[in-house]
């Protein structure tokens, strides 16, 4: 998902772990003042921290199409939409930052290479149709991770999600709008709207996470109640979902083994190629390097501007405090 | 990397006025130089969908906060004087609305 393969920490079993197992069973919120086991803390941490730098990165395979876009309401929505992911990445570094770590420490560590971002934003996005595409499928998929997030047992984490989920609807229906348009434009559009199709199925796929069903980690982080569905039930629900409106827009699922299973009531699907997300996770995806080196960029030249307002912000202190 | 060793902007606790009428919620934090570019942040991460008619910044260092451990002594007092809820009194039918 937007946080992948998040390594969980099981605490030490002392009465205070106990007790506190037992506020998250009961459906208690943990707030940041409350007790909580350093591997709670920890975990969270990594699993907010890497949301975040998800939807900032996130922000990068999209606003490559801005200054593209075929007309200027599609570009204003564009705008609005990447505008959102900001917001969402700011919304998270707050709800991480009450855990005890700063925003700015945060960013270091995505910059050099200890905190990852979700693998999906490491493909390049190369038509139009993609902005269709990553709306409908990678939105898509976000949200069927994020709203049951909103019950989560830690409470700033939980109120950021109630918030994304709001504005991410609009994400998902704006992207398949774009993909409507292109499947009953012209016969080079609709073409374009299958690539785009192709290539994003299966990453799509691949942002739930491997199967979870032997994970130790998975395991403690349901028990925190910070991870509340398996990847592969999410993944099942996101095809079972998805399949359906590719058919309405008339497009081809590009998996020749996809079946509907009478007897599960689910579709059968192929499994994305996992070597293939490792490597990408791991930071050699197709724009893994373009993706890093455009955020330090950002975070370099950015640099005058955070010292300098800082510096105005100081000496218009001390003028204020002269004045007194 | 340039710029690390620098001071990080402050916290901001951000409130907003939901519509005329309605007191300040808080909403969530943002990160600002000073209060000025605090709620000019907060217009812009807080209220895009028109979410509010005000909004407050307050530093979020000089925010006072109770301790969960105090839970006890500030509010179980509370809880055995029931006479404080107008329930706790009978009053006949015959006496009509009260």
Known sequence: MYAQLVKSEASSETQADRDFQARIDRGDTIEPKDWMPEGYRRTLIRQIGQHA???I????????????????????ILLAKVQDEAGHGLYLYCAAETLGVSRDDLTRQLLDGRMKYSSIFSYPTLTWADMGAVGWLVDGAAIMNQVPLQRTSYGPYARAMVRICKEESFHQRQGFDVMMKMANGTSAQRRMAQDALDRFWFPALMMFGPSDAESVHSAQSMRWRI????????????????VPQAEYLGLTVPDPDLAWNEETGHYDFTEPDWDEFFAVLKGDGPCSADRIDAKRKAWDDGAWVREGLMAHAAKKAAAALAAE | MTGSASAEWPLWEIFIRGQAGLSHRHVGSLHAPDAEAAIRNARDVYTRRAEGVSIWAVPAAVIAASSPSEKGPLYEPAKDKVYRHPTFFDIPDDVGPM
């Open chain 1, 53 to 55: 730098h998800s939807e």
């Open chain 1, 227 to 242: 991870k509340m569905n398996t990847n592969d039930e999410l993944r099942q629900k996101f095809v079972d979902q998805t």
């Open chain 1, 57 to 76: 990165v996130g922000q990068l395979p999209e606003g490559n199409w801005i200054t593209r876009a075929p007309t200027l309401e599609r570009k204003a």
